[in-house]
C-alpha cells in the first residue's frame, strides 16, 4: 500500500468490486485499483481511490 504526497490513496472497504464502482459514481472519486482481501468474510475488497483519505464518520454532532 503506497499514501505519500504525490500518490495519496483513499481507502475504503466494501463486499463486492462493484460496490466500489457504485462509490466512485456516488462520491465523484476516481478509482484506481480494487484490493482483494481474502482475510475478510464481509468486506472481501478494499477500493482504491485517488487523493487524500476520507472519512465516513458522522459528524451531525460536531459543533
Known sequence: MSNND??????????TPEECEKMEEKYG?????IRFNKEQEILKVDCVF????????DSRYDN
Not at 6 to 15: C, D, L, R
Open 50 to 57: 485517488e487523493g487524500e483519505q476520507t472519512s465516513f464518520e
Open 6 to 15: 504525490k500518490n495519496p490513496e483513499n481507502i475504503h472497504s466494501a463486499t
Open 29 to 33: 472519486w476516481k478509482l484506481k485499483d
